[in-house]
């Protein structure tokens, strides 16, 4: 079996305590730690998350210039529900009550 001497004992103990000092700056060091490392990871997935909505989005909006530029029956759908024009000859009845 192995036996410790003083001297072991003492420098085993100083080695684990760098060892312990060593662990301890690495999980909280503001330059690079876990902790920092984590967050900056955390940070980094919601960027991610953001740019794929983003992405749809742009996607949508693409679509929506393609058929407004394009698409004269839906130019004419646009025309008549956002900006209340009408057709040549034609009459709108409003129903709704107030």
Known sequence: MFRLTPHNRQLLTVCSF????????????????ILKYHKTSEKLNSIR??????????AALEKEIA???????????????KHGMIKKNEIIFDFDKK
């Open 18 to 33: 760098l060892l312990l000092l060593l662990a301890i700056w690495l999980f909280f060091s503001p330059y690079g730690g």
């Open 67 to 81: 058929k407004l530029t394009k698409d004269p029956s839906y130019q004419a759908e646009i025309a008549r529900k």
């Open 49 to 58: 998350t953001e740019n794929e909505i983003l992405k749809k989005q742009n």
